[in-house]
């Protein structure tokens, strides 16, 4: 079993940065897909980036040359720092994990459907 824990959303102001962070605890693979997704009120749930087992990764158009995403493996965690924040970034955002998903850099990221563990998200609220 995998349990996933976010942290590090609260409110910053427009231009500003944040840090999210997701503990893995379990059943834990190297070989672990992992993403950060989101979801605005009244809007479906969307891909932010993703890392492969090799440490590949992937960016949805919105999130290139703003957001990072990094995994560690030994302590089991998986950040994403996100820079030059604006109000289209506010949603609550979520970890994802899957042992199979494949992640190619240049693509976007897997869909939600492909991840088999979620966390219960962390609330990002941006304001202008």
């Known amino acids: 079993q995998v349990h996933l824990v976010e942290s590090g959303g609260g409110s910053v102001q427009a231009g500003g940065s944040l840090t999210l962070s997701c503990t893995v605890s379990?059943?834990?693979?190297?070989?672990?897909?992992m993403a950060w997704f989101r979801q605005a009120p009244g809007k479906e749930r969307e891909g932010v980036a993703a890392i492969g087992s090799f440490g590949r990764t992937t960016y949805a158009e919105f999130a290139k040359e703003r957001f990072t995403i990094s995994k560690d493996n030994d302590k089991k965690m998986l950040d994403l720092q996100m820079h030059s924040l604006n109000a289209e970034d506010t949603g609550t955002y979520y970890c994802?994990?899957?042992?199979?998903?494949?992640?190619?850099?240049?693509?976007?990221?897997?869909?939600?459907?492909?991840?088999?563990?979620w966390g219960q998200g962390t609330q990002v609220t941006v304001s202008s």
């Open positions: 994802a994990a899957d042992p199979y998903c494949t992640v190619v850099p240049g693509q976007p990221p897997p869909p939600r459907n492909e991840y088999q563990h």
């Open positions: 379990g059943v834990f693979d190297s070989i672990y897909c």
